[in-house]
């Protein structure tokens, strides 16, 4: 499906461009800037837009009379398109980022999904729904296991790991190590298959969510692997990234708090997951791991929720870290949310399908 901005005008359109050259601007302001383009066009049309745009939640509204001003809103950054490709243009060091951690991010991490985006992930669940129950429990078992091997390899490819997706299915299925591989790769990919068995096995728990429990995901996930467990007490550095996380347990700690409440205070189950999934990332509350226990909690909450999980077996991992670098950087998360349905989309018609041979 084509994704966007909750329903806006060509006008509209020509207001959040003009407002997004930065600082603010007075009504006459942006009437003269969109006259250009649109010559013919009223003060009463304009103001009737950015009466629009307001309620939309896309652009504020500042002082009063003739002294006031418009400007866009932090939720207007969260969600609004971004050429993907014209951003990675620019090297690491030449991008205009935020570096550092912003605190203000859970007053506007909401409203992720348009009401069309909501209607057309509920119209794929209710497929999946009616597919479950169209096959029997043995074909189920055998479609959560198939699930099973490839998150398990696409999770672990996207942390580094060389295992091949017919290696992984052999682990998996004989508990046969590949040649040729270390072991930490065949402890990390046994430990997301202990780990989605775990949250399917206890997936009423995962309605609400808390620290605890995404620390529970966690160690399960990092067994073997020489990682400490619990809340990180040093710096972390990301690769690609001139974004630097929260370097004290305290702010961790809170901030992983406040988004525990962010999720549980949501009411849409794939907003939910969404959310839990890049603020784990975001704030890497872990010495290692960040990532792949966010992909988790993730499913997590959508397994919570009667939801179809997601392999991620058709992402290509390159642009999976574009996404999640796009939201520490500019705390953007369209490129995310894009990635998040196509990934959908593809579970569900993939996964769990009646008369599979």
Not at 287 to 293: A, L, P, S
Request: proline share 2%.
């Amino acid at each position: 499906m084509k994704l966007g901005l909750n329903k806006v005008n060509n006008r509209q359109e020509e207001i959040l461009k003009i407002l997004e050259k930065g600082g603010s601007f007075l009504i006459v302001e942006i009437l003269e800037e969109i006259k250009k383009n649109i010559p013919d066009i009223a003060k009463i049309t304009i103001n009737r837009d950015l009466n629009e745009l307001i309620k939309l939640g896309l652009i504020i509204r500042k002082g009063k009379g003739r002294a006031t001003l418009y400007d866009v809103s932090k939720h207007y950054v969260l969600i609004k398109p971004v050429d993907i490709n014209d951003y990675f243009k620019k090297e690491i060091d030449k991008r205009a980022v935020k570096q550092r951690f912003n605190f203000e991010i859970f007053s506007f991490l909401k409203d992720i999904f348009t009401g069309e985006e909501k209607a057309y992930l509920k119209r794929l669940n209710e497929q999946y729904l009616a597919n479950v129950k169209n096959i029997s429990p043995d074909v189920q078992k055998k479609e959560f296991e198939r699930l099973v091997i490839e998150l398990s390899w696409k999770s672990s490819q996207i942390e580094g790991n060389t295992y091949t997706l017919l290696e992984t299915e052999t682990l998996i299925k004989e508990n046969k190590e590949a040649k040729g591989h270390k072991k930490e790769e065949a402890a990390m990919i046994m430990n997301h298959k202990k780990a989605l068995e775990y949250i399917r096995s206890n997936k009423s728990n995962f309605k609400t969510i808390s620290v605890a429990k995404i620390e529970d995901i966690h160690s399960l996930l990092i067994k073997s692997l020489k990682i400490s467990k619990g809340l990180r007490k040093s710096v972390v550095g990301i690769v690609g990234t001139a974004y630097k996380p929260l370097d004290n347990i305290f702010q961790i700690k809170e901030s992983l708090e406040k988004t525990c409440k962010l999720v549980n205070d949501e009411k849409n189950p794939f907003a939910k997951a969404i959310i839990l999934s890049v603020m784990i990332a975001y704030i890497q509350p872990f010495e290692d791991g960040n990532k792949r226990t966010s992909r988790m909690a993730s499913n997590a909450i959508l397994m919570a929720h009667n939801i179809c999980p997601l392999s991620y077996r058709s992402v290509d991992e390159a642009e999976y870290k574009k996404a999640v670098i796009l939201f520490y950087e500019q705390n953007n998360l369209s490129y995310f949310k894009q990635l998040f349905i196509e990934q959908f989309e593809f579970a569900v018609n993939n996964y769990f399908q009646p008369f599979r041979k």
